[in-house]
């Protein structure tokens, strides 16, 4: 059930207008009849039906009702209600209604007004270090601090800092009843998922390790500088970019903050608030806040600072471009660069079977064979991805690059998976493992021969000389596939001109078009091959991207040196995604016949 404009929602909000949407939500201005009273209604837009990313936000949407609930500071958004519309809450759509704030987001502030003065930075970041104090001592972790989840209500001339979205908030209290708690990042056959906004995200949360308070503290110090620069230091085009910016701290606050009269006091505790590794941060918000007041009352010991060149630096006053917080496509935003990235809607994730869990090969049904390819492949270079059934006509390419997320009040958080290596255990931690580098095993070329063997559609794994061939049906126009020593997920886009367009996104790894610059995400139009690399620019897989040829109502591909045929009147696009080597083979389509479930005794 939607919520439209003019509904009366929970017998006493009227909804007005709407003023926001995020990845998992849409905001409206409302109006409480029964006080007469301005409000904010949030309500959860349902995406990802019941797969495991539908299910971890919404967990985690219910979640931000209760965690609002044991709020009480005053620099904390409030709520005044939380119910389900529909006809019953296991059927219904959950919705939160808070307090409205007047005053818009620090991005906006910053961006009409400019840089922000020390005595302002610091009763902001105070007033956040305030709200998150009782957090933490709750054992709630925020987990997406940013400028545009610190919101302003104005109260007589003053406008009072407010922090909001608890959305993806962690709660590390483990006494917590379950009830009130989303599963957090467990989703399904044990995969995980990573929520996060790379611009101001800490670095343990890009790579996947356990959050803590010195996380939001991390977090807070970006926002500082941000407001004391007008610029978002790690507003990169992508995370891998930005992790290793990461390491160098001091060289970060000393190169953003040295055109203004910062006291260098200021700047060290900045500095130790962005140290890599949380153990060397400041040991809690009370101490950020604190420092950062006492700084105020000493005198000013600046560095000696060169005239700002106008054409870089933006003068108090005088509006800076705000970059974007940046996500990787399909991006999880947040989906994730999470996200994406994509549009303000994540893409949902359906995963495909473990091979690990399936039955033995035996299980699956034999292969068929197929008469020989009485016509050979097309030449002139390789069809467009996913191209139209045999008898349509071939439509145009065009070539589409990475998307972007856009940016939303309230944001969709990235959603994107964490890094393989462990950055702050080292590798002296018994359970970690190096990632193994692999050449392309592509380079060696093959020339498939004899009859095509024909696949069946059924949940477990058959053999295609030395590979495990899956039939993956993607739900959502999306599916994550596993093989060799990366997670990728596929999401199925429809490009200018009706181009099909896939924007392959790495889970545990970054990606790269072969012999390109690695990304949280590519997007390819015609077929190709993808490189997995770790954030040490490790190649340690490879993925072969391949449309098949017609071939006596089947269309065949080449799985190494064998040839696989799947009917056309089973599915009619499929798109070949070859892990490489004694690995894994997945055919993914959107249009066709269900897979068949094996029975398992």
């Known amino acids: 059930m939607k919520v439209g404009i003019g509904d009366l929602v929970l017998d006493r909000y009227r909804v007005i207008e709407q003023i926001a949407s995020g990845g998992h939500s849409v905001v409206f201005r409302g109006l409480d009849e029964r006080l007469s009273r301005p409000v904010c209604i949030k309500v959860f837009s349902g995406l990802g039906g019941k797969s495991g990313v539908g299910r971890t936000t919404y967990e985690h949407f219910v979640q931000e009702a209760f965690a609002l609930s044991r709020l009480t500071h005053p620099n904390t958004l409030r709520i005044y209600d939380f119910g389900h519309v529909g006809a019953s809450d296991a059927e219904g759509m959950p919705l939160q209604v808070c307090e409205f704030m007047n005053g818009g987001t620090l991005s906006n502030v910053v961006r009409e007004q400019g840089t922000q003065s020390l005595s302002e930075t610091s009763r902001v970041i105070g007033a956040m270090c305030a709200a998150l104090s009782e957090a933490h001592a709750l054992g709630i972790v925020h987990r997406d601090i940013k400028p545009q989840n610190i919101l302003f209500g104005s109260v007589g001339g003053t406008k009072l800092p407010k922090l909001a979205d608890f959305g993806i908030a962690k709660w590390t209290d483990e006494s917590e009843q379950s009830s009130q708690r989303a599963e957090d990042t467990a989703i399904v056959a044990g995969q995980k998922l990573a929520m996060?906004?790379?611009?101001?995200?800490?670095?343990?949360?890009?790579?996947?390790?356990?959050?803590?308070?010195?996380?939001?503290?991390?977090?807070?110090?970006?926002?500082?500088?941000?407001?004391?620069?007008?610029?978002?230091?790690?507003?990169?085009?992508?995370?891998?970019?930005?992790?290793?910016?990461?390491?160098?701290?001091?060289?970060?606050?000393?190169?953003?903050?040295r055109p203004y009269q910062i006291p260098k006091i200021v700047l060290s505790l900045l500095g130790q608030a962005l140290a890599f590794d949380p153990k060397q941060r400041l040991a809690s918000v009370e101490v950020l806040q604190n420092e950062l007041a006492s700084a105020l009352e000493l005198p000013t010991d600046t560095f000696e600072r060169p005239e700002p060149e106008p054409t870089t630096v933006p003068h108090r006053g005088v509006p800076p471009t705000e970059p974007p917080d940046t996500k990787p496509a399909p991006r999880a935003t947040h989906i994730s660069a999470a996200v994406p990235p994509p549009t303000a809607s994540s893409p949902m994730q359906v995963v495909a079977p473990d091979p690990a869990a399936a039955p033995p090969p035996a299980a699956a049904p034999p292969p068929a064979a197929l008469p020989p390819a009485a016509t050979p492949p097309p030449a002139g270079g390789p069809p467009p991805i996913g191209g139209p059934p045999p008898t349509a006509t071939p439509r145009s390419?065009?070539?589409?690059?990475?998307?972007?997320?856009?940016?939303?009040?309230?944001?969709?958080?990235?959603?994107?998976?964490?890094?393989?290596?462990?950055?702050?255990?080292?590798?002296?931690?018994?359970?970690?493992?190096?990632?193994?580098?692999?050449?392309?095993?592509?380079?060696?070329?093959?020339?498939?021969?004899?009859?095509?063997?024909?696949?069946?559609?059924?949940?477990?794994?058959?053999?295609?000389?030395?590979?495990?061939?899956?039939?993956?049906?993607?739900?959502n126009d999306t599916a994550d596939l596993v093989g060799g020593q990366g997670k990728v997920r596929v999401t199925f886009l429809a490009g200018r001109g009706g181009v099909r367009v896939i924007h392959l996104k790495g889970l545990s790894c970054f990606v790269a078009h072969l012999g390109g610059r690695p990304s949280p995400a590519v997007q390819i139009d015609h077929p190709g091959d993808i490189s997995l690399v770790t954030p040490r620019a490790q190649e340690i897989g490879h993925i072969r991207v391949a449309n098949g040829v017609a071939e006596a109502g089947h269309l065949v591909f080449p799985v190494g040196a064998e040839r696989a045929a799947v009917a056309v009147d089973d599915c009619t696009d499929p798109i070949l995604f070859d892990f490489g080597p004694e690995s894994e083979a997945y055919f993914v389509y959107t249009r066709g016949r269900p897979i068949s479930k094996t029975r398992r005794r």
Do not use: C
Not at 242 to 256: F, M, P, Q, S, T
Not at 415 to 423: D, R, Y
Not at 425 to 451: F, Y
């Open 397 to 475: 390419l065009e070539i589409a690059q990475p998307l972007a997320s856009p940016t939303a009040t309230p944001s969709r958080p990235e959603v994107a998976q964490p890094f393989v290596p462990p950055p702050f255990h080292s590798h002296s931690s018994p359970h970690w493992q190096p990632p193994v580098e692999r050449p392309p095993w592509m380079a060696q070329p093959q020339s498939p021969i004899g009859p095509p063997h024909l696949l069946q559609l059924v949940d477990t794994p058959q053999h295609v000389g030395d590979r495990r061939v899956h039939m993956v049906m993607a739900v």
């Open 196 to 257: 996060y906004s790379p611009s101001w995200a800490a670095p343990e949360q890009l790579a996947g390790q356990p959050v803590s308070a010195q996380t939001d503290i991390y977090s807070l110090a970006v926002v500082a500088i941000y407001m004391l620069s007008g610029r978002a230091i790690f507003a990169d085009e992508d995370v891998y970019a930005g992790y290793k910016k990461r390491r160098n701290a001091d060289e970060l606050v000393e190169a953003a903050l």
